[in-house]
């Protein structure tokens, strides 16, 4: 959670009724280039959501917002230096009106620029508390499952896409309650990152995923513990000369979960070793690391690979 603000700090719901029982999500999604999302909303596991009533998503495209002639939504940053910043007014103006108005609701294309609901610059708008206000930023906090998880027990989420340039600073600092970012990389912008947030949140609305425990069953889910998933297998049999281990078609149910934990655990070891740390690992998964190389006391980088599968 972003400490720039604490008066916009924010009520998760968890533990409430509203935080455990089926539901559906909504993002109003605040970006320069809302026409980036489409692609990704019409396919697949998202598109499906929406179709069930258990995603709902409004983009909002800032630059609608602006009243000047021409549409001006960033200017030079103060003090010199390269790139553009993005100007405050439309942020604000695009997400106080938004999230002011009834839920679902959106600017009609006919109304941008032209006919805004008003708007005062100069008096903050009274912000739904329970609404977090998310700026999609390198600067923000790394994403992962466990803040994935944090933010699905939301109902609705407000995510502002920055440019890489820059967000003038009073949007953090008056607007926004967290700051999310989605790896050590550079992106040019914030839409390709709020995707990856819908994605990985959507996932987690009961009901979005066919099977019912296929979230569970993923890397860095809590079902396998935050290791690693090990080798999966379809068929056929043989493809090119490799064959698939026979304790995956012995009909042992015991002795295939035992072989999955322990690929899960070799997996883990040679690729994300560091993951091992905060795993909750029993005495049988210590021994059998052990007996593969792994030495607990390691830190991150220093753990021996141990190829042997
Ligand atoms: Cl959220 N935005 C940008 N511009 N770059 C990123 C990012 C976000 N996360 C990683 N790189």
């Known amino acids: 959670m972003s400490e720039a603000n604490p008066e916009r700090a924010i009520d998760r719901g968890e533990g409430t009724e509203a935080g455990r029982s089926a539901h559906s999500i909504h993002f109003d999604i605040f970006t320069l280039f809302p026409s980036m999302f489409c692609g990704p909303l019409s396919e697949s596991i ?21 009243t000047d002639r021409h549409h001006i939504c960033d200017d030079t940053p103060y003090g010199g230096g390269g790139g553009m910043i993005m100007k405050p007014e439309p942020i604000f103006r695009a997400v106080e009106t938004v999230l002011t108005g009834p839920p679902g609701w959106q600017l009609a294309p006919e109304d941008a620029f032209v006919n805004l609901p008003p708007w005062d610059p100069e008096t903050p708008a009274p912000l739904p508390a329970e609404v977090p206000i998310i700026l999609l930023t390198p600067q923000g906090r790394r994403l ?5 998880t944090e933010l699905s027990h939301f109902r609705r989420l407000a995510l502002i896409c920055g440019r890489y340039e820059g967000v003038d600073e009073r949007v953090r600092t008056q607007l926004v309650s967290d700051e999310i970012s989605i790896g050590d990389y ?4 914030g839409e390709l990152a709020a995707m990856v947030l819908v994605d990985a949140i959507t996932r987690l609305v009961p009901g979005v995923l066919g099977y019912a425990e296929g979230a569970q069953q993923d890397s860095h889910s809590p079902g ?8 999966q297998y379809t068929r056929p049999y043989s493809f090119r000369g490799e064959q698939v281990p026979d304790i995956l078609l012995s009909g042992h149910h015991g002795h295939v979960a035992r072989w999955r934990r ?24 210590r021994t059998f690391l052990r007996r593969h190389g792994w030495q607990p006391e390691m830190g991150e980088g220093e753990q021996e690979r141990d190829a042997d599968q």
């Open 262 to 285: 322990e690929q899960a655990l070799l997996r883990t070891l040679q690729r994300r070793p560091d993951l091992l740390q905060t795993v909750n690992l029993s005495d049988e998964d």
């Open 224 to 231: 396998l513990g935050g290791l690693l998933e090990g080798p």
């Open 46 to 66: 998202l598109k499906r959501a929406q179709e069930k009533g258990l995603l709902s998503v409004a983009l909002h495209d800032i630059r609608a917002y602006t």
């Open 144 to 148: 992962n499952q466990a803040i994935v």
């Open 186 to 189: 550079v992106l040019s912008g």
